[in-house]
């Protein structure tokens, strides 16, 4: 059975840092690309992060260039998500994903497995 689990999601205040880790089981994916998503209560699920299989390309959302970083260790089968200089408007459930493809990719529909999100709150 596939799983991914993230964690490290928590209230912190504006300004702060986090790091969500995702966590992967039941394969590998270090063939697959991997996402990090976001969405805010009663908005779209959008993409924050991506990184190819082998860590040579990554791709970030208009909103956290410069601010979030995404990483993968592919001996231990988890992805991260670094997040600096949080605001109010970062607050959101982040959720993991495992591409189609090696290479990165913004659309929802090319990742195939989910995690069940973590939830960001960013205080002002």
């Known amino acids: 059975q596939v799983q991914l689990v993230e964690s490290g999601g928590e209230l912190v205040q504006a300004g702060g840092s986090l790091r969500l880790s995702c966590a992967a089981s039941?394969?590998?994916?270090?063939?697959?690309?991997m996402g990090w998503f976001r969405q805010p209560p009663g908005k779209e699920r959008d993409l924050v992060a991506a990184?190819?299989?082998?860590?040579?390309?990554?791709i970030y959302g208009d909103s956290v260039k410069g601010r979030f970083t995404i990483s993968r260790d592919n001996a231990k089968n988890t992805v991260y998500l670094q997040m600096n200089s949080l605001k109010p408007e970062d607050t959101a459930v982040y959720f993991c994903a495992a591409g189609r493809y090696f290479s990165v990719s913004y659309h929802r529909d090319d990742y195939i497995y989910w995690g069940q999100g973590t939830q960001v709150t960013v205080s002002s």
């Open positions: 039941g394969r590998t994916f270090s063939s697959n690309s």
């Open positions: 990184i190819s299989w082998n860590a040579g390309n990554t």
